[in-house]
């Protein structure tokens, strides 16, 4: 799919659907609108008060044109109060409209940019290309016959009014929009890895995948198998990997910018690769494990942000790793009661082989610290549903060893549109993790377990500012909502963008 831009009459623009953005508390207000209307002699005011569209969210309201002007449709979409607007609510508004012209068969699309003022302009711009590229989205690969409905639509048309197009804003409009289109392609990776059957992503398949995002983009690339890793001592990682028959691979991507800047970082991203979580021995229940497929979300976020960061040129030198493997019961499986050495020389006591992931971030955490001595470090994981229960499905923990640095993450979430919060690692909840005969256990009693994981990750991280993202919630979505479709989301990738590459 294309993008175009168009400021000129946008009444004549030959479009198959032209979607505008309706404020609840503005309806019926912008020059567009008002346009439409008087060439349509005012049906569109008429069918907004005969059919009660009040432009509250969600709301929609679509008519055909019959040629009497340039676009054969006409979508209003209700975005509710103007002033609860927020810029990364026009990916939702792009995403819905892309889905009309996909539904209508549309092979061009319109979609009217609402006006903002200043720098907000290529934030808006970017959040409606990221809307376009991620409502269109389908991971329809095994879907056959029927079923697989072809996308018709190629070009995504960018509407502006003269006020958008003033003192140099078209410039700024562009520049969001190839943003837009690199982060919605990543966000895309990320949700096709998450979304292959695991029996199709392993961790060599996995492994497969980084190479090829790294031939892309330029990137150095090293795969361990499991002798390498014996060598360095991961204990905790192949414990894990030791049940299944498939062979664990450690990955590492590495971007180094081009030229050096002042205030050039250092910086590792470290994403849980569990490509399929039975549990292990402490077996979950069957539907507990339907969607563990996406326990190697992490892993996909940070491949695919990575790829992203390179094609946008971020000025800080970004390594990626993932300790790949599954966690799967069998007589070579580790057990409740064993003690494991992990590559830091910390001794772990297992207590719940379901709690598997902290164990291999652990040793990933550690390898990272030792290769490239980051300046920060972060790890993303779909670690606890402890976290779930206490944020729900759309919000991540967050939690961290330097304020400072949490809350410079939680602003670039908060930029980039994607739900997150602050979580604390009370120093208490440690005693939860005491073992008799080891170090610490991996896991501490129910109350509490997202934080308690939180403080055994600590363990490894020593005195390098961190943070952890646990995903456990908004890595994969179960019903279709805006620029979000059903399966895994890509989540994170976008903040991770959003933090490490500076604009103009």
């Known amino acids: 799919m294309r993008f175009s831009f168009h400021h000129d009459n946008l009444v004549a623009l030959k479009t198959d659907l032209l979607a505008l953005y309706c404020a609840e508390d503005k309806l019926g207000e912008g020059t567009v609108f008002q346009a439409l209307d008087r060439a349509l002699e005012g049906l569109l005011t008429r069918l907004i008060a005969e059919e009660q569209f009040k432009g509250k969210k969600a709301q929609s309201l679509q008519i055909h044109t019959h040629g009497r002007i340039g676009p054969a449709r006409i979508l209003l979409l209700g975005g509710g109060p103007r002033r609860e607007m927020q810029p990364h609510d026009l990916r939702g508004f792009a995403a819905r409209a892309a889905k ?3 539904a209508a068969s549309a092979k061009q699309v319109a979609a009217v940019l609402p006006y903002t003022e200043g720098a907000v ?15 269109r989205y389908r991971f329809d690969k095994y879907l056959t016959g029927d079923k697989k409905t072809p996308d018709t639509v190629e070009e995504f048309q960018i509407g502006m009014t003269s006020d958008n197009v003033e003192s140099g804003r078209l410039e700024a409009i562009q520049r969001g929009v190839a943003r837009g ?3 919605g392609a990543a966000v895309a990776r990320a949700r096709d890895l998450v979304n292959e059957p695991a029996a199709v992503m392993t961790p060599t398949a996995l492994s497969e995948m980084a190479k090829q995002v790294a031939k892309e983009h330029h990137l150095e690339v090293k795969v361990l198998g499991r002798k390498e890793c014996e060598k360095l001592g991961m204990g905790m990682y192949l414990a894990v990997a030791q049940g299944s028959e498939e062979e664990p691979r450690f990955l590492q991507l590495s971007y180094f910018p081009k030229t050096k800047v002042p205030g050039r970082k250092k910086i590792a991203l470290v994403g849980k690769g569990v490509t399929f979580d039975s549990g292990g021995l402490s077996l ?3 539907a507990s494990m339907e969607d563990m497929k996406i326990d190697m979300a992490g892993a996909a976020t940070v491949i695919s942000a990575i790829g992203a960061l390179a094609e946008l040129g971020s000025p800080h030198e970004v390594h990626a790793f993932a300790a790949c493997t599954e966690n799967m019961p ?3 499986a580790y057990r409740l009661g064993d003690v494991l050495t992990s590559m830091n ?6 207590n719940n082989t379901d709690a598997e992931g902290r164990l291999t971030l652990g040793d990933a955490i550690t390898y990272a610290l030792r290769e490239v001595k980051p300046d920060e ?7 606890t549903g402890a976290c779930m229960v206490a944020l729900g ?10 304020l400072s640095l949490v809350e410079r993450w939680l602003g670039a979430a908060r930029l980039a549109g994607e739900e997150m919060w602050h979580l604390p690692l009370p120093e208490k909840l440690k005693e939860q993790l005491k073992s008799e005969v080891a170090d610490m256990k991996n896991t501490g009693d129910r109350w509490g377990g997202a934080l308690t994981a939180g403080l055994f990750l600590r363990e490894f991280v020593g005195e390098t500012p961190w943070v952890h993202v646990d995903l456990a919630g908004p890595a994969s979505a179960d019903k279709e909502s805006g620029h979000v479709t059903k399966g895994g989301t890509g989540f994170a990738v976008a903040t991770i963008v959003e933090y490490l590459v500076p604009r103009e």
């Open 330 to 332: 069998s007589g070579k």
């Open 181 to 183: 289109e690199r982060v």
């Open 100 to 102: 009309a012209g996909a």
């Open 377 to 383: 470090l972060f790890d993303f994981a779909t670690l």
């Open 345 to 350: 020389g910390k001794t772990v006591e297992i």
């Open 121 to 135: 302009q290529e934030r808006a711009a970017q959040f409606m290309a990221e809307g376009a590229r991620l409502g």
């Open 284 to 286: 979950k229940p069957s």
């Open 393 to 402: 499905p759309h919000t991540a923990g967050v939690m961290g060893s330097d």
